[in-house]
């Protein structure tokens, strides 16, 4: 067993206990107040463990980002990881079971974080830190795409050597070299009403239009391409015996690849209404450029294979469909490697848990392989 393997070993509970102290400062994204509460219980970690102080980026709408230093070496290394959770506070509670820890985002993803701090912490401990400086940026608006953090992560990540990411393993424990590029628009679309029954020929149906717009929506799927189009929700009209004046589509975009995220941004704004008078209005767009396998993420993930072999155990690599903040660094092309946190099933879900046993091995392949960059 490694020194650093060890070292995490024989503190997993206490990395275990601080997770459950973070994941009880519940941080729904929209709610500033809660979510500011856990950025002060991140920063006693930070201090207590790294005796690093936070770099405060305040916000208004959402919750205060937060940064952090360790070394003060030649060799950089930028981590993320967010704070933020889907979950309404006293929405999941927080308990044990078979080996797993349930609860509001112990998955996806304040496990990844609490592991990326002890895995520093080894190596700061063990004398291990070397010539690096390494740079936590905790984010507190992810679930939401990120709108307030992406301008500092873009900023600093120019900064930095690499990019590793702590969020999640997939189900099945491999890291993740690959995201879908996401992005939401939206459609609304003007007609004109009219009575149903005395004069419909005076009226411009939206909801008629709107069936039109649906068709050409979905058919700018290429599956092939790994590119999917999907009208989620749909709402028109105001009573039963009018022509439909307004009608509104609201469109989930994944793509694999830039020029694809491309295809579909001039597709949806260069829609042309069929039936004459109505007027369509576009807005949104991509929300994360994809995070594509390349020769820089695939050398990361080759020293991340190598660090997982030191602690006697495999790992593979794959690409998902849901994005992170991984996205925005790979297309600067900074090499990036995401799925670095706990392993675990349920991101999103009621059941979301982490597996306890994995969190000093995951802590330990963060650390050693950030020994290998």
């Given amino acids: ?11 997993q509970s206490h990395i275990l206990a601080d997770l459950e102290l973070l994941a009880k400062a519940e941080s729904p994204s929209h709610d500033k107040a809660a979510v500011d509460a ?69 998955l996806d993803m ?38 307030s953090s992406r301008p500092i992560i873009e900023e600093q ?27 939401r628009f939206y459609v609304h679309i003007k007609g004109r009403a009219a009575h149903a029954g005395n004069n419909p020929e005076d009226g411009i149906s939206a909801i008629q239009e709107m069936s039109y717009q649906i068709q050409y929506l979905h058919s700018l799927n290429a599956p092939q391409n790994g590119t999917t189009v999907n009208v989620g929700i749909v709402s028109g009209g105001s009573k039963i015996n009018v022509v439909a004046e307004e009608a509104n589509l609201s469109i989930d975009v994944r793509v694999t690849r830039l020029d694809e995220a491309e295809r579909i941004h001039q597709a ?42 030191a602690l006697s155990f495999e790992i593979t690599d794959a690409a998902v469909g849901g994005g992170s903040d ?12 995401d799925g670095l946190g706990s392993t675990g099933a349920g991101p999103h879900a009621e059941y979301e848990h982490i597996n306890i046993a994995d969190m000093a091995p995951r802590s330990a392949l963060l650390a050693e392989l950030i020994i290998r960059l």
Avoid at 1 to 11: D, E, F, G, K, V
Avoid at 40 to 45: D, I, R, S
Avoid at 91 to 99: K, V, W
Avoid at 326 to 337: H, K, Q, S, V
């Fill in 157 to 183: 990540a120019k900064h930095y050597q690499q990019v590793l990411v702590a969020e999640p393993t997939t189900a099945s424990g491999a890291l993740k070299t690959g995201r879908k590029g996401t992005g």
């Fill in 1 to 11: 067993m490694s020194a650093i393997s060890s070292y995490l070993t024989q503190h």
């Fill in 38 to 106: 856990c950025g002060q219980v991140l920063q006693k970690l930070f201090m207590e463990h790294l005796g690093a102080k936070a770099e405060v980026f305040p916000q208004t709408e959402y919750g205060d980002h937060l940064a952090f230093d360790i070394g003060h070496g030649s060799q950089h290394t930028l981590i993320l990881g967010h704070f933020d959770t889907v979950w309404d506070i006293g929405r999941l509670s927080l308990r044990q079971e078979d080996g797993k820890l349930f609860g509001p985002g112990v």
């Fill in 110 to 147: 304040k496990g990844g974080l609490v592991q990326a701090i002890w895995a520093v912490k080894a190596l700061k401990e063990l004398n291990l830190l070397g010539d690096r400086h390494i740079r936590f940026l905790c984010n507190a608006d992810e679930e939401l795409g990120s709108p």
């Fill in 268 to 309: 949806i704004y260069g829609s042309v209404a069929k039936l004459d008078g109505i007027k369509l209005t576009v807005t949104g767009g991509m929300v994360r450029p994809p995070m594509e396998r390349n020769a820089a993420s695939s050398g990361l993930m080759a020293k991340a294979q190598d660090a997982a072999r």
């Fill in 326 to 337: 991984g996205n925005f660094t790979a297309a600067m092309g900074i090499p990036t490697l």
